[in-house]
């Protein structure tokens, strides 16, 4: 499984982007997405997940720093997840990492991170 994020970016505190993540290869083996973070200096956290499998419920959680700001969602037809980013804070800036997990394979994949900068 290759995985392609896009959409980082800079903006202002208050403003908007949309991460995308698009899946290549064995993605029929994935059956849980994810968002995670890395700010300097700090651990990778997760951001938000999305259960992936095909005829899954889609059911979701988040962190709670970004409970009612951002949104997870996914396309199956077209292999990609997504994260809306509203009401972003300068505490947001980080990169930011896709990652899939397969039960079957036993094994986690990740993409090579895109930027967000939040300026105040």
């Known amino acids: 499984v290759q995985l392609v994020e896009s959409g980082g970016g800079l903006v202002q505190a208050g403003g908007s982007l949309r991460l995308s993540c698009a899946a290549s290869?064995?993605?029929?083996?994935?059956?849980?997405m994810g968002w995670y973070r890395q700010a300097p200096g700090k651990q990778r956290e997760l951001v938000a997940a999305?259960?992936?499998?095909?005829?899954?419920?889609?059911?979701?959680n988040y962190a709670d720093s970004v409970k009612g700001r951002f949104t997870i969602s996914r396309d199956n037809a077209k292999n990609t997840m997504y994260l809306q980013m509203n009401s972003l804070k300068p505490e947001d800036t980080a990169v930011y990492y896709c990652?899939?997990?397969?039960?079957?394979?036993?094994?986690?994949?990740w993409g090579q991170g895109t930027q967000v900068t939040v300026s105040s």
């Open positions: 290869g064995s993605t029929f083996s994935i059956n849980v």
């Open positions: 999305i259960t992936s499998s095909v005829g899954s419920t889609g059911s979701t």
């Open positions: 990652n899939a997990y397969s039960v079957s394979y036993h094994r986690t994949y």
